[in-house]
């Protein structure tokens, strides 16, 4: 059996109380877009259509031929001779697999009411989605679960997370907590991740592709950002078996009871209505031995 004190202290990196963090309980974080600058003029329709077809890397005929419209059309459309119907606008961003959020900014820039609404997690409309995603962060208990934005800031964790946070640098876990950031930054946990260069390409990876799929530019500059951390002293390019991309991903991190092992997946929303919930993923650890298992069993509930 695995002895872990009853006192302020059995966090699982062994360096004192873990941290109090302001999202375990109750999700009411809303998921905001910037403010736009003062003076800044929109775009019109046809630059935004523009834009989104190059992003997809396709022509005026394929896209013309993908929704089914005329190539003339279309160029009228994107060059602003045409003012396309909402039913136009809908279509082209649903064969452009536009984010909801985006989808919003053509309509409005087409001269039509938004059609998809963001509300905060609070609003009693995502009562049912709200309490399906608390269900899932507590029922993962004692194993580490958390929600997160479309910038993968924390909106909401289990009580097994802040054990794996102690130590973190205080000035990470102060305001919005970027849990990336968190993750790769020298005062943050990389030092205790070992496998760290392989979790960082499997990040790196999953940032690109968020990219491609939203052109936001927010993540470009995060992963910028990120790429820029220095290795942490010491660090080697352990890689571990059983990774399935887009799947399943192992992990290893140091703690005072040894290196616990998991395995990490992520779960989103399948046919969301709304942008809080397009954007809102869910990322679960599992533990990859039997020795994770127990450790995190007896720090979540001391003898």
């Known amino acids: 059996m ?11 990196t062994g360096n004192g109380c873990y941290p109090d963090l302001p999202y375990d309980g109750a999700m009411t974080a809303s998921i905001h877009p910037p403010a736009r600058p003062h003076g800044t003029t929109p775009r ?8 989104w077809r190059q992003h997809r890397r396709l022509s005026q005929l394929d896209l013309a031929s993908e929704a089914d419209v005329s190539t003339r059309h279309l160029s009228f459309v994107e ?3 045409a003012v396309p119907s909402r039913e136009m ?23 039509y009411a938004p059609m998809y609404r963001e509300r905060p997690l609070s609003d009693p ?19 580490p679960a958390l929600a997160l934005d479309r910038h993968w800031n924390l909106v909401a964790a289990n009580a097994a997370l802040p054990h794996l946070l102690a130590g973190t640098d205080p000035e990470l876990l102060q305001g919005t907590v970027n849990v990336l950031r968190l993750s790769l930054h020298p005062r943050g946990l990389a030092s205790k991740i070992v496998n760290l260069a392989q979790w960082r390409n499997h990040l790196f990876e999953r940032l690109r592709q968020q990219i491609a799929a939203t052109a936001d530019p927010v993540l470009a500059a995060l ?31 140091r703690t005072a009871y040894g290196v616990l092992s998991f395995i990490s997946t992520v779960t989103i929303f399948g046919t969301p209505v709304d942008v ?7 990322e679960t650890f599992f533990p990859a031995d039997a020795l994770t298992g127990e450790v995190l069993r007896k720090v979540l509930s001391p003898a």
Do not use: W
């Not at 009853?6 to 966090?11: I, K, L, R």
């Not at 064969?95 to 985006?102: F, G, N, Q, V, Y």
């Not at 910028?224 to 571990?240: F, R, S, V």
């Open 276 to 282: 809080t919930l397009q954007e809102l993923m869910l």
């Open 44 to 51: 019109p329709f046809g630059e935004h259509l523009r834009h």
């Open 79 to 81: 060059t602003g001779r």
């Open 125 to 143: 409309a995502l009562d049912s989605a709200r309490l399906a995603v608390e269900l899932i962060l507590k029922s993962h208990e004692p194993f």
């Open 89 to 111: 606008v809908l279509r082209l961003s649903e064969r452009l697999a536009i984010p909801l959020r985006e989808r919003n900014t053509l309509l409005v820039a087409a001269g």
């Open 223 to 253: 992963l910028a950002e990120l790429q820029a951390y220095p290795m942490p002293e010491g660090a080697d390019d352990t890689h571990l078996d059983g990774e399935h991309l887009g799947v399943v991903m192992p992990f290893q991190f």
């Open 2 to 12: 695995i002895a872990v004190p009853t006192q302020c202290g059995y966090d699982l």
